[in-house]
């Protein structure tokens, strides 16, 4: 029997991980090295050293920088406390956030001036998070809230029950965020949510790949780093839908074993894998045994994230 492999469509690189990769290769070409990033531009360890290889030198807290450096903060945005910093050293700084997650910091300034409560559905010390908490202004009269799970949902006390609104982490499960959701407009009729969703548009787009893979396939690897959270949600997609699925960011990481009675494998990547890496995972099960056999329709993306203007040549 033919063994086969079945490639996911939309899969990798999202608009906004583009975009913040370019900015750091800009940057580098602009200004030369060293170039400061604040926190890996994107979770793939791929293209962290690849971009270390070009002169970029990556950090966890502003006080490492040199003062007046080039500093580029990543596409999972930062608190208002890291731009202080930021511009009290002095520090030449472009903004490499994701456009889609200063929307929702934008969203939680304007409910915060409003005075009303929020609530932030997110993992807890995912970066995303820590940044969207950063921006809430500490003279709200209001409380934000962070709401992990569906216990956190049915638990959470809040102060101002009828004066409440909601944001959430861009990268997260589609399915898992909205039974949050419901749980929380039921304990809370008068909730307040943004008029568009605020998990991103790229990342619903790999979801509903993964759940089409997942019919036509008897095990899906997703291509990402273990500390990228969109990946680790289709890896988890994968096996709510009753497919067994590992997540790799390396060909080496894929085993003879792992395949063993395997006929039909399904491969996607998360928004920040690159695509030259899954063409060397379907490279490597090919030696494995398997033949290409198609890429799946899909939505075609065609959105385009501008560069900071300093940084267009």
């Keep these: 029997m033919k063994r086969e492999i079945k490639l996911a469509n939309p899969r990798g690189f999202c608009a906004g991980v583009d975009r913040a990769i370019e900015i750091v290769n800009q940057a580098l070409l602009k200004f030369g090295p060293p170039v400061y990033v604040r926190h890996e531009v994107v979770h793939n360890r791929n293209v962290v050293e690849d971009l270390k290889s070009k002169g970029a030198i990556f950090v966890e807290q502003i006080d490492e920088i ?3 450096a080039i500093t580029i903060f990543s596409a999972h945005g930062v608190s208002k406390k890291v731009v202080d910093d930021a511009e009290t050293k002095n520090l030449n700084y472009f903004d490499a956030t994701c456009p889609l997650v200063t929307k929702v910091h934008m969203e939680v300034i304007r409910y915060a001036r409003q005075g009303l409560d929020i609530i932030l559905v997110g993992h807890d010390n995912h970066p995303e998070v820590e ?10 009269k209001g409380k934000i809230y962070l709401v992990e799970s569906e216990i956190d949902a049915k638990n959470i006390e809040i102060d101002q029950p009828s004066k409440l609104a909601m944001v959430t982490q861009t990268t997260l499960s589609v399915d898992d965020t909205k039974s949050i959701i419901d ?9 307040i949510s943004p008029s568009s969703d605020d998990i991103c548009y790229a990342t619903q787009n790999r979801q509903d790949a993964v759940k089409q893979l997942a019919l036509e396939t008897e095990l899906i690897i997703i291509v990402g780093s273990n500390n990228s959270s969109n990946s680790n949600r ?26 063993d009675g395997i006929f039909k494998l399904g491969i996607s990547a998360g928004a920040s894998a690159p695509e030259s890496l899954v063409q060397s995972i379907v490279l490597k099960c090919q030696k494995l045994g398997f033949e290409m ?10 959105v385009n994230f501008k560069l900071p203007k300093e940084l267009v040549s």
């Design 183 to 191: 749980i929380l407009k039921k304990r809370f009729p008068k909730l």
């Design 293 to 302: 056999s198609q890429e799946l329709d899909g939505l075609k993306e065609s």
């Design 131 to 140: 940044g969207t908490l950063g921006r809430f202004p500490h003279d709200s």
């Design 234 to 259: 289709l890896k988890e997609l994968s096996e709510n839908c009753g497919v067994k699925s590992i997540l790799v960011d390396d060909p080496d990481e894929i085993a003879l074993e792992q395949l």
């Design 66 to 68: 040199p003062e007046g």
